[in-house]
């Protein structure tokens, strides 16, 4: 059973043929018991009471017109007609579906029964009757056709075929051009027989007839062949009274071309079918139906589009008022839910309608952005993320037929407002803002890039591929798709500049830029200027993650050749592509510097006529030297500190040494060697003023420092020379300063050296 219950108007046909309201509600579905069967039940949305109730019987005819009506009768003769009018397109679909399942029927159809599908009795005539073939529309076989309309008229069968043969063949339009050809001979005769062809068609009451019939081309035409009535001694004038004495008064001027052609339209077929035709008796109230109801689609169509043209304009007749007044205005309609009924306008298939509804949407973003995002946000927690009105936006942006696209230029802008931060500052919640953005980067997001991915999916840009067509609705070398992909990336660099976190964590995880270089192989230069400016919006913002990512994947190689393919010429591409390298240079963005001048210089080398990539090499090496001499001045401090820490050793174990010897010594075993501790001091003094001669100057405030050691072989009695090393010290530490006066004190009073007893 149909699982939701949807808003709709219920109508009933009268005796006299005319359609009426008879309640709102919500329809749903069910099984009734002492029926026997599943039914459609409409309670009403005010008081909760069942305004319809109907079997779904195997065999009655079920039909659904224009995605929002669903028509029946409940009985045979096709009077006690029921209507059901959705709010929702979506909804009719799955009341119909519904339908279609419980007759077994197929839902891709609009009609449940075809009268091709039952059988005939095989009494009434013989089989090989039931085929129809019709002459050639011709002068001398009108009285022919005549003959054989009026031979199917006892037949439904007959007339469903013949119906498709006038369908299918074109054969309405050829009977009206025999029309023109039979008054400009004065054929009397001929100009009756199409006057009886012609009202046999319309009471064949196939909607899809008529429409061709009453086209703006094609129903003068139609009114000119009832002109000429057998039963009347002279045709009445009814095309002069229709174009000459009928006057269109205005009560406000209506500049909608589409709504002022379906007005005159009505009125024309309701004199047609008030007119011209003759009053059916009580058997043949079912051969107008169809035209009655095609009168009364047309009037819900033309309120409809009066309802969103007026709302437009007491909107626009807004900018006039007082804040005050536009305040209250405004707050009205909010609370009428205007933003709902805006929903479901934008998703009906009528051009017009959606431009306008568009219009009255970007009036109340305007006034309050905070309102819409905070209706998107209520949609998203109703479990709708997907359904939100942004994403109705984005599809009609995506799906307009426009070559220019002047109307998803404004979708555009209203987009641009409500991802604005600064008309999210009004939000209480300052956790609201949030949360908005993070439904339309989880929920819409992907709907918006959608054409961009579909541009440059894999194999895009190979020999002989549809990227290379222009034909193809989808490549970027189609002049409309170069359009829509522009505007989104219009979008995409606002959203880099106002959304940092937001939109990086989509960059990088889509891999996202990689996909908008593709595009740099269009042939149009405004969708590869608009591209240029998305890389320069990401460069400006010097974030480290993003020159990863550029880096990692060699991003500036589709930039650079796009340059280099642009030769010499002096253009804006030119320009733009110069500008992203003068950046990096002029911020020394170091890494993104180093690596365009390793991947890229030899292709730069020879462009003199600006001196951005001989800036960018200068860069380069300063920068190169820079680190060359803090690598050696590192090495420096490290090898001075480990030199430090190596005499402070020396030092130690010199002390230890100097301490040993005070206390009383032992008899040196054989092994042992004489101490010339005291020879060593007493030529310390010499032997480091002899030194300095081999020591470089410095301006560094630290000493040169030396190490040595003496060495003895076994048992002999002689001191080796002491080693000599140097090192420049470039930093001052704390601990020198205490070696060095530890080395005064030591220098002062140098220990005496004891006697040893024989």
Same mark, same amino acid.
């Given at each position: 059973m149909a699982s939701r219950r949807h808003r709709v108007k219920v109508y009933v046909r009268d005796e006299d043929r005319k359609w009426s309201e008879i309640g709102i509600g919500q329809v749903s579905s069910r099984y009734i018991g002492r029926l026997h069967g599943v039914c459609l039940l409409v309670h009403s949305e005010s008081d909760g009471l069942l305004i319809m109730q109907s079997k779904i019987h195997p065999n009655t005819c079920y039909q659904k017109q224009r995605g929002v009506l669903i028509l029946w009768s409940e009985a045979e003769n096709d009077s006690d007609g029921l209507a059901l009018s959705f709010q929702d397109p979506a909804g009719c679909r799955e009341i119909w579906e519904y339908i279609c399942q419980v007759q077994g029927k197929d839902p891709s159809l609009e009609i449940t029964q075809n009268v091709l599908d039952t059988s005939e009795n095989n009494d009434e005539m013989p089989q090989s009757s039931n085929l129809i073939e019709l002459p050639d529309c011709e002068l001398n076989t009108l009285e022919q056709i005549e003959n054989l309309f009026d031979s199917v008229s006892a037949s439904p069968l007959r007339q469903e075929r013949l119906a498709l043969i006038l369908e299918n063949e074109d054969y309405v339009?050829?009977?009206?051009?025999?029309?023109?050809?039979?008054?400009?001979?004065?054929?009397?005769?001929?100009?009756?027989?199409?006057?009886?062809?012609?009202?046999?068609?319309?009471?064949?009451?196939?909607?899809?007839l008529l429409e061709i019939m009453f086209s703006d081309k094609y129903i003068m035409d139609v009114v000119g062949c009832l002109e000429y009535d057998p039963a009347l001694a002279q045709p009445t004038q009814h095309r002069e009274f229709l174009t000459q004495n009928a006057k269109f008064k205005?009560?406000?001027?209506?500049t909608n071309f589409e709504l002022r052609q379906k007005i005159h339209q009505t009125y024309r077929v309701q004199y047609i079918h008030d007119i011209l035709l003759p009053i059916p008796s009580i058997f043949e109230k079912s051969l107008l139906s169809t035209l009655t109801t095609f009168i009364f689609l047309n009037k819900v169509e033309i309120v409809n589009m009066l309802q969103v043209l007026f709302f437009k304009e007491i909107c626009a007749f807004s900018q006039t008022l007082q804040p005050e007044c536009k305040n209250a205005?405004?707050?009205? *309609?909010?609370?009428? #839910? =205007?933003?709902?009924? %805006?929903?479901?306008?934008?998703?009906?298939?009528?051009?017009?309608?959606? *431009?306008?509804?568009? #219009? =009255?949407?970007?009036? %109340?973003?305007?006034?309050?952005?905070?309102t819409i995002q905070g209706f998107v946000m209520e949609e998203a927690q109703e479990g709708e993320g997907n359904e939100v009105i942004i994403n109705v936006i984005?599809?009609?942006?995506?799906?307009?037929?426009?070559?220019?696209?002047?109307?998803?230029?404004?979708?555009?802008?209203?987009?641009?407002?409500?991802l604005d931060p600064e008309n999210m500052l009004t939000t209480p919640n300052e956790c609201e803002s949030s949360e908005f953005l993070n439904i339309f980067y989880k929920h819409c997001m992907h709907n918006l890039i959608a054409p961009l991915l579909s541009a440059t999916s894999e194999g895009k840009g190979k020999e002989n591929d549809p990227f290379e067509t222009e034909k193809n609705k989808n490549s970027p070398n189609n002049y409309q798709t170069a359009q829509l992909l522009d505007l989104i990336l219009e979008l995409l660099t606002f959203c880099v500049e106002h959304h940092t976190h937001y939109i990086k964590n989509y960059i990088l995880s889509k891999d996202l830029l990689r996909r908008v270089l593709m595009l740099m192989s269009s042939k149009h230069t405004i969708l590869v200027c608009s591209v240029v400016r998305f890389v320069r919006k990401i460069i400006g913002l010097k974030d480290e993650l993003y020159n990863c990512y550029i880096i990692k994947e060699n991003l500036f190689e589709t930039v650079v050749n796009t340059f280099l393919l642009n030769g010499t010429r002096y253009n804006m591409l030119n320009s733009a592509i110069i500008d992203i390298f003068e950046y990096i240079r002029v911020e020394n963005i170091k890494p993104l510097v180093a690596h365009i001048v390793e991947k890229f210089y030899k292709a730069f080398e020879s462009i003199e006529y600006v001196q951005t990539f001989k800036g960018l090499k200068i860069k380069y090496e300063e920068e190169k030297e820079k680190q060359n001499k803090i690598r050696e001045n590192l090495h420096s401090i490290i090898s001075s500190k480990i030199f430090c820490k190596c005499a402070k050793i020396m030092k130690v174990k010199k002390e230890m040494c100097l301490k040993g010897n005070t206390k009383e010594l032992m008899p040196p075993m054989e092994n042992e060697l004489p101490d010339h501790s005291d020879e060593f001091i007493e030529n310390k003094g010499t032997k480091e003023s002899e030194d300095t001669a081999d020591i470089p100057e410095t301006t560094s405030s630290s000493d040169f420092r030396f190490s040595s050691c003496h060495l003895a072989?076994?048992?002999?009695?002689?001191?080796?020379?002491?080693q000599r090393s140097s090192m420049h010290v470039l930093v001052d530490y704390p601990d020198d300063d205490d070696e060095e006066e530890e080395e005064k004190e030591d220098k002062a009073s140098p220990p005496k050296r004891p006697h040893l007893s024989s």
């Open positions: 339009q050829k009977l009206l051009q025999l029309f023109h050809t039979c008054e400009n001979q004065q054929n009397t005769e001929g100009l009756y027989h199409l006057h009886n062809i012609i009202k046999a068609i319309l009471f064949l009451n196939k909607s899809h205005e009560v406000i001027p209506i205005l405004f707050q009205t *309609l909010i609370q009428l #839910e =205007i933003i709902s009924a %805006l929903k479901i306008v934008m998703s009906i298939d009528d051009v017009q309608i959606k *431009l306008t509804a568009t #219009e =009255i949407l970007a009036y %109340l973003v305007e006034y309050s952005p905070s984005i599809k009609q942006m995506i799906c307009d037929t426009d070559p220019e696209l002047g109307g998803d230029v404004n979708m555009m802008e209203l987009l641009r407002s409500l072989a076994g048992g002999s009695n002689r001191m080796n020379s002491p």
